[in-house]
């Protein structure tokens, strides 16, 4: 079956930065549009930021500027550059593929932004 394996997540220092990869398997990934979604505790999930297949971004408001979503089709893999960290960005955060009807989850990787 499809799966989406999430890394990179960990502690960082205010201010620091992470980069998230997300590696598919077993799905036409050029097709797909993926994004990054996150989760606080006793938060909503929520977009961060999506490449669709033909390469348009978007951002949610609170990380533009500070964050970038690419992905290299060759690697089957979409990646999150998260720089700026701030406490807020504490979240769970999910890999996301998304065609037509079809949408899958990775696991999910844990971010703790703190001192």
């Known amino acids: 079956q499809v799966q989406l394996v999430e890394s990179g997540g960990g502690l960082v220092q205010p201010g620091g930065s992470l980069r998230l990869s997300c590696a598919a398997s077993r799905i036409a990934f050029s097709s797909y549009d993926m994004g990054w979604y996150r989760q606080a505790p006793g938060k909503q999930r929520e977009l961060v930021a999506r490449?669709?297949?033909?390469?348009?971004?978007k951002y949610a408001d609170s990380v533009k500027g500070r964050f970038t979503i690419s992905r290299d089709n060759a690697k089957n893999t979409v990646y999150l550059q998260m720089n700026s960290l701030k406490p807020e960005d504490t979240a769970v955060y999910y890999c996301?593929?998304?065609?037509?009807?079809?949408?899958?989850w990775g696991q999910g990787t844990q971010v703790t932004v703190s001192s």
């Open positions: 490449v669709t297949s033909g390469l348009t971004t």
């Open positions: 996301n593929a998304h065609f037509y009807n079809s949408d899958y």
